[in-house]
């Protein structure tokens, strides 16, 4: 059966599901699974809490670090890569533009990243970067934010790139009012639109997102998973989710039922019947079940102990 895991052919894998399901631990089986069976993963964190460092009792910071063999880790606080990368980009802009000018351009350029749903954007731009590197590793495995989060986000490369493009044509528009109220310009406005560092900020992220779709939308590339508990609730979240997700085109392919309890209580009862209606309703996608562990998910062992059963499923 190992052979066969989908894990192993999809260079990146995404998780879904609400806060608290497993999202975390489950990404983190997954990468070490992966890296115990000599692929070389990358395990991406984009949860404020810090959560994968403390999983692997290391300490696991914005800069990709090796946890054990073939298994590295990063964790990024999305909004705050996003202010470095915005803070960054101003610096730039003031050594080229004069002030009145730049009072301006910082305007489009906070606007670009303010809106709509700045840490979507954020956070996209983290997954772009990831993607734009795929060559530096053979798996790259993603605790994305939970689900309306992630959901939001992957619903925006289509919005984005109209949105974008409303961005680059008010630039062009502006700097053409700007040419044609000067005198003596001393370039030819052509010259100026391809110089102008705001336009080609935004035709990088143009660029970015629509590699970030390609990949997202590629199904021999990506896997979306979601992660979700035996209970009620969670079971309509998914329904709805996916079929969200579906009518953007992201195929979700396969389920991690996770936090199942094995002993003959009422409450397992119960949950034989949810996981049996996901089961059915969810018959084409790929399914995992995971039981709830005994003791604390804690340290590499407790993973080691998931990703077994994961890989072995
Ligand atoms: N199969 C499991 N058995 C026992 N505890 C689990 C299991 N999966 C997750 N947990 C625990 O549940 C809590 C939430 O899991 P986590 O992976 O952080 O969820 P998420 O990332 O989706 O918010 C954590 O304390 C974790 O240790
Ligand atoms: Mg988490």
Redesign the pocket.
Known sequence: MEEKNVFFDRKFVF?S????????????SIAMGLSKRGHKTLLIST?P?H?IGH?FEKEIGPKERQIRENLYGIEINVKEESRKYIDGILKQAKEILSPVILEEVKDQIELAYHSPGAEELALFDVISRFFAVEEKYDNFVF?TA?SGYTLRLLALPKALNNWINRLIKTRINSMKVEYYATRNPDKKLKQKLEEDPVLKILYKRKEQFELARKILLNSEKTLFMF?LNPERLPIEITRDSIKELEENKIKIEALII???TSDSSPRSEKEAEYIKEIENEFALRRIFK?????????GIS?IEK?SDILFSQ
């Open positions: 998780l599901g609400k806060g608290g399901v497993g999202k975390t631990t489950t990404s983190s949860d809490s959560s999983i605790d939970p992660v996770n936090k199942i995971l039981p709830l562990m005994p003791e604390e998910v804690h407790s998931i």
